[in-house]
Structure formats: structure tokens, C-alpha cells
Nanobody, 114 residues
């Protein structure tokens, strides 16, 4: 499975961004897709995940502000980020889980700053 993420950038506090991650290859084996993020000097943490069938989970800091969705026909997962805060600044990584292993996309930088 290969993952191609896009959509990061610089946004002011309170603004919005939408990240996309397109999967290719053995997409039939994917059981869930999601997003992690890693801020400088910190561990990589789960942001949101969406499983086959549509069940979603969110990290507490982003609940009510971020929405994860998935286009199964195009094997793409999205992360709509609203009411962004400076603490959301991080490199965001897409992940695809299969029964055998997890696959990571390249990171995309999100910077929230005035």
C-alpha cells in the first residue's frame, strides 16, 4: 500500500484546512485509515481514525473541531480541520492499517500561526 498525503499549509488561528490521503496498491487489504501528528520534540500521536464500516475515533484535543471521512471508491481519507489552534501545529501523517501491518504516508506540515 502506498499513501500520498496533501493539503497542509499555513493558516491563522481559527482557520480551517483539509488534508487528503490517497491510497494505492493493495487497497483491498486496508481495514482502517487515519491520521497521526507529530509536533517538534513530541511523540507521534493519533489524531483520528476511520475503520471499514465507518466507525471513527478522535483524540480528545480535536473532538468537535476535526472530522475524518473516507471515499472508499477512490481509496482516499480526508481530515477536515476547523477552529485550528497553534497547538495543532505539527507534521501530519496518514496511516493505513491492514491485517498484516501499517503503512505510513509522507508527512504534511500544518502550521497555525498569526
Amino acid at each position: 500500500v502506498q499513501l500520498q498525503a496533501s493539503g497542509g499549509g499555513l493558516v491563522q488561528p481559527g482557520g480551517s484546512l483539509k488534508l487528503s490521503c490517497a491510497a494505492s496498491g493493495s487497497t483491498f487489504s486496508i481495514t482502517a485509515m487515519g491520521w497521526y501528528r507529530q509536533a517538534p520534540g513530541k511523540l507521534r500521536d493519533l489524531v483520528a481514525i476511520i475503520r471499514n464500516g465507518g466507525r471513527t475515533d478522535y483524540a480528545d484535543p480535536v473532538k468537535g473541531r476535526f472530522t475524518i471521512s473516507r471515499d472508499n471508491a477512490n481509496n482516499t481519507v480526508y481530515l477536515q480541520m476547523n477552529i485550528l489552534k497553534p497547538d495543532d501545529t505539527a507534521v501530519y501523517f496518514c496511516i493505513a492499517n491492514t491485517w498484516a501491518r501499517s503503512y505510513w504516508g509522507q508527512g504534511t506540515q500544518v502550521t497555525v500561526s498569526s
